[in-house]
């Protein structure tokens, strides 16, 4: 099965009320800046829309909201779990809400191992599109290539999300995947030398406020343009890692949105805010890349 669903997708925040339900006409408004910003589409209730904390119905009303705020764009409903029948039925319900495609993480805690990997991807394929994601850091086990390569052969799974923090295991799979399966990179960071591998984009967090940069660096080496393409990637790197370290995803981006003008609200428990001093040094951070910096809630980083 061959679904395009773009190079650069970004991991939507899931904005909340101050009472801490979800804000859906705040996602709604967010994914239509996304989309403007140049993302191709979005992925909702994935780890940076802090699915661990979203019951089930949210995540499909998400969905709905969504698909129907950026219509013509995708829509990719993060629907994985630990278990397997829970991430089926969640699957079939997130289509019939309107996805286009599924993202459906690696089992997490109950490590099961290679041919569990495969029987749990081979049956949420049979619901939809899915595009895997391999992420140890999270999960505490890593599908390795040969899996990931078996998956791959399977008519319902499109790609793979990979952050598995080897590039050598990404190049065996972009060396051995067959024609049409995607390898979006799961790191920002890595989102360069994953193309240079032979991948397809990314599934992005910085794209939140720098999307039309990411965009412009994924075309600039589609088009053999290497030094803009390095040029933004090492311009935008400072910012993803500060991202990325200051505390766990999506702490410090949705903190961000806040402190730039966007209402993305508190987070559920057991995340909790930036400091006063790690929100400061976030922001400079973001104030320092300068134009590279697209995102505009109607007012400047300041």
């Not at 991991?11 to 705040?26: H, L, N, Q, W």
């Amino acid at each position: 099965m061959t679904t395009e669903i773009g190079t650069l997708l970004t991991a939507m925040i899931t904005p909340f009320k101050k009472d801490g339900s979800v804000d859906y006409e705040a996602a709604e408004k967010l994914a239509v800046m996304l989309v403007a910003d140049g993302s191709d589409g979005v992925v909702v209730s994935g780890t940076t829309g802090e699915s661990p904390a979203l019951s089930d119905d949210e995540k499909v009303e998400l969905v709905k909201a969504i698909k129907k705020s950026i219509p013509g764009k995708n829509v990719v409903a993060g629907t994985g779990s630990n278990d397997t029948h829970h991430s089926v039925k969640l699957s079939e319900r997130a289509m019939k809400a309107g996805a286009d495609a599924l993202l459906a993480v690696v089992p997490y805690y109950n490590k099961p191992p290679q041919e569990g990997m495969y029987q749990h991807f081979k049956a949420i394929s049979e619901v939809g599109p899915t595009i895997m994601y391999n992420i140890q850091g999270r999960t505490a086990v890593n599908m390795t290539a040969a899996t990931t390569l078996r998956c791959a052969e399977l008519p319902g799974i499109i790609g793979v999300k990979e952050a598995s923090g080897d590039m050598d295991q990404i190049g065996f799979v972009c060396a051995g995947k067959p024609s049409g399966f995607r390898v979006w990179s799961g790191d920002d960071s890595w989102t360069l030398p994953v193309l240079a591998a032979g991948g397809y984009g990314v599934i992005c967090v910085v794209s939140h406020i720098a999307g039309r940069s990411m965009k412009r660096m994924i075309d600039a080496y589609s088009k053999g343009d290497n030094d803009l393409a390095r040029k933004i990637h090492l311009g935008l790197l400072p910012v993803i890692k500060t991202l990325m370290t200051t505390a766990a995803n999506p702490v410090p981006i949705k903190s961000a949105l806040n402190a730039m003008g966007f209402a993305a609200g508190p987070f559920r428990l057991p995340l909790v805010p930036l400091t006063e001093e790690q929100l400061a040094s976030v922001m400079q951070t973001v104030r320092d890349a300068g134009d590279l910096i697209t995102f505009n809630a109607g007012v400047k980083v300041a």
